[in-house]
């Protein structure tokens, strides 16, 4: 018999996203279940980006921009830099795929933190990658550990600040220092700055500002978090010229569809939104952290829109709080046994889980 399938398939499984939260409500039988598990947005889309959906909604039979020209014009004036360096995905997702396809060959090495987020690594295994894994230090990127580990066949080290799920960030210093250290022969170094609206610190930075001194690197940002376009699918890379010119060789046509485009530019051109969910996510996350703190919970500083809360008996407490109507991500399904991580809700949301944790 014929064996059509590539056999990297045999050690990559599906993504294992759960069931859709509509069905597990259902199952349930808890109309009113809060998911606190994917990390998403509080607040919901502007309202402005509901408009724009429903007014492209009658065009829907028309293929979308392929280049998705006037978001990515939105953009480079927002961040101030080239239309040419922008290239949208369909979700920050997508784009880690680009990025694989496009420089990847089978036996390159991928430099990549671990735990992190998965995708990551699936990525790069499916392109034939050898995957180097940098073990964090407890909770934090250890950037000289992830230095050691590149070698003359690295083609890419991936890094996650806010890292998914420590909710730990790399500070300016030793990034820069990494990157120094790297710069005679750079490999691509991919920042994902999916979390980066949620984090205030002083030393956190901004991995647009390095673009120009350091070519190689790749800034991958999403409007699933801050912006509340999970269920859209829209994030983008931003890099030189000359990387997007290469990414978008190995780009679908028309990857990002009509809705997903017009709701991004809203959102985008909705600033008292995006700094309202900033503000929110940022008092509520403190909120949280007080009064987890409070109860003698032990978690790492968190920089996201998440906790990463050390619970010894995880999974009971995870089964509790869905009996409650609040799902929560079991640590164990990402690299972190006896750790529930907690995605930041309402107020609401975030009162009863404290009310449970408390029984
Ligand atoms: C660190 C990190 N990067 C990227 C993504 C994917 O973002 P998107 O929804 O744009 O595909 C996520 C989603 O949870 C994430 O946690």
Not at 161 to 184: E, G, K, M, W, Y
Not at 204 to 229: E, H, N, Q
Not at 332 to 348: K, M, N, Q, W, Y
Request: aromatic share 6%.
């Amino acid at each position: 018999m014929r064996n059509v399938w590539r056999p990297i398939l045999d050690r990559v499984a599906p993504y294992e996203a759960g069931q859709p939260l509509e069905v597990l409500a259902r199952e349930l039988g808890l109309p009113n279940l809060v998911r606190l598990s994917a990390n998403e947005s509080p607040l919901g889309p502007s309202p402005h980006v509901v408009d724009a959906i429903r007014q492209e909604a009658p065009r829907v039979h028309l293929y979308p921009d392929g280049a998705s020209t006037a978001l990515r014009e939105g953009l480079a004036r927002r961040l101030g830099v080239g239309p040419e360096q922008l290239v949208v995905g369909n979700g920050a997702d997508e784009l880690l795929s680009l990025i694989a396809g496009a420089a990847l060959e089978p036996g390159d090495e991928v430099v990549v933190p671990l735990p992190s987020f998965e995708p990551y690594t699936t990525a790069a295994e499916l392109a034939g990658a050898v995957v180097q894994p940098s073990p964090l230090a407890k909770y934090e990127t250890d950037l000289d550990d992830v230095r050691r580990r590149v070698t003359g066949r690295t083609k890419v080290v991936i890094l996650c600040s806010p890292h998914n799920p420590a909710a730990t960030i790399i500070r300016r210093v030793p990034l820069l220092a990494l990157l120094d250290a790297l710069a005679s022969d750079p490999p691509l170094v991919v920042l994902d700055e999916a979390y980066r609206d949620f984090c205030d610190d002083p030393e956190y930075p901004d991995g647009l500002s390095l673009l120009a001194r350091y070519p190689r690197l790749i800034v991958l940002r999403t409007f699933s978090k801050i912006a509340g376009l999970a269920g859209l699918r829209v994030g983008y890379a931003i890099a030189t010229g000359e990387t997007i010119e290469r990414l978008n060789r190995v780009r679908a046509p028309f990857n990002v569809n009509r809705l997903g485009q017009v709701a991004a530019l809203a959102a985008l051109e909705d600033r008292d939104h995006w700094e309202r969910t900033r503000a929110f996510v940022i008092a509520e996350r403190a909120f949280l952290a007080r009064e987890l703190g409070r109860r003698g919970y032990a978690f790492p500083p968190s920089h996201a829109n998440f906790l990463l809360l050390h619970v010894p008996n995880a999974a009971l407490v995870r089964e509790r709080l869905l009996r409650a109507g609040l799902l929560v991500r079991d640590g164990a399904a990402v690299g972190f046994p006896d750790h529930l991580r907690i995605s930041v809700g309402t107020r609401e949301a975030n009162q009863r889980l404290l009310a449970v944790l408390d029984l």
